[in-house]
């Protein structure tokens, strides 16, 4: 079945690090890849995407690259900013022809930026 | 657009009481689910509708309840609240494009506490 395995949390990090989270999956087919974000006391809110392999998505100093390869999509930032500390999940959407449109959302990775 | 919007924000209910939390969106969107947040958990399926008449289970349906009689709202229901059902909830929406359900938009969630 289609799964989302993400690093396992919490991460702290000084302001300007880099940072990197973990993400593979499993599909049956060729899904769509997300990468969303929560703030505290918000509702998730779409980060970037990509909808087919090799796609990079991009948004807010972020990146990340779909790799069939690898079956991973893990999320970058080159500088991170005491803004950035947040809840980030990464998840999948995959059409079936029996049973529609399914998401699959990893656990969540909570990440900490420290002035 | 107001988006997805949801209510009530916060409740406090007591073992066996039933109650509604409800969900809109006004963009027109197909697709609309229920999940469950909770601590080291990720977000957790309730309950699905890929549109109006037509609904269907996600990972944990037991104790919910949903309907979809119009494309705007989707309402979910517990029937008997137990404390176990203590959780924030997230409605979500997506649409089609070139027949695959994209990014979903989330509402700002209902914390519920169950006593």
Same mark, same amino acid.
């Given at each position: 079945?289609?799964?989302?395995?993400?690093?396992?949390? !919490?991460?702290?990090?000084?302001?300007?690090?880099?940072?990197?989270?973990?993400?593979?999956?499993?599909?049956?087919? &060729? !899904?769509? $890849?997300?990468?969303?974000?929560? &703030? !505290?006391?918000?509702?998730?809110? $779409?980060?970037?995407?990509?909808?087919?392999?090799?796609? =990079?998505?991009?948004? =807010?100093?972020?990146?990340?690259?779909?790799?069939?390869?690898?079956?991973?999509?893990?999320?970058? =930032?080159?500088?991170?900013?005491?803004?950035?500390?947040?809840?980030?999940?990464?998840?999948?959407?995959?059409? $079936?022809?029996?049973?529609?449109?399914?998401?699959?959302?990893?656990?969540?990775?909570? $990440?900490?930026?420290?002035? | 657009?107001?988006?997805? %919007?949801? %209510?009530?924000?916060?409740?406090?209910?007591?073992?066996?009481?039933?109650?509604? *939390?409800?969900?809109?969106?006004?963009?027109?969107?197909?697709?609309?689910?229920?999940?469950?947040?909770?601590?080291?958990?990720?977000?957790?399926?309730?309950?699905?509708?890929?549109?109006?008449?037509? %609904?269907?289970?996600? +990972?944990?349906?037991?104790?919910?309840?949903?309907?979809?009689?119009?494309?705007?709202?989707?309402?979910?229901?517990?029937?008997?609240?137990?404390?176990?059902?203590?959780?924030?909830?997230?409605?979500?929406?997506?649409?089609?494009?070139?027949?695959?359900?994209? +990014?979903?938009?989330?509402?700002?969630?209902?914390? *519920?506490?169950?006593?």
């Amino acid at each position: 079945g289609n799964s989302v395995t993400q690093m396992e949390g !919490p991460v702290t990090l000084s302001e300007e690090a880099f940072l990197t989270i973990n993400c593979t999956y499993t599909a049956t087919g &060729y !899904p769509s $890849l997300f990468w969303y974000v929560q &703030y !505290p006391g918000e509702g998730l809110q $779409l980060l970037l995407k990509a909808t087919k392999a090799d796609d =990079k998505g991009s948004n =807010k100093g972020f990146e990340a690259t779909y790799r069939k390869e690898t079956t991973s999509f893990h999320l970058e =930032k080159g500088s991170v900013q005491v803004s950035d500390s947040a809840v980030y999940f990464c998840a999948l959407s995959e059409s $079936l022809w029996n049973t529609g449109n399914q998401f699959y959302f990893g656990t969540g990775t909570s $990440l900490t930026v420290i002035p | 657009n107001a988006g997805v %919007t949801q %209510t009530p924000k916060f409740q406090v209910l007591k073992t066996g009481q039933s109650m509604t *939390l409800q969900c809109a969106q006004d963009m027109n969107h197909e697709y609309m689910s229920w999940y469950r947040q909770d601590p080291g958990m990720g977000l957790r399926l309730i309950h699905y509708s890929v549109g109006a008449g037509i %609904t269907d289970q996600g +990972e944990v349906p037991n104790g919910y309840n949903v309907s979809r009689s119009t494309t705007e709202d989707f309402p979910l229901r517990l029937l008997s609240a137990a404390p176990s059902q203590t959780s924030v909830y997230f409605c979500a929406s997506s649409h089609r494009l070139a027949g695959v359900y994209n +990014e979903q938009f989330f509402g700002p969630g209902t914390r *519920l506490t169950v006593l």
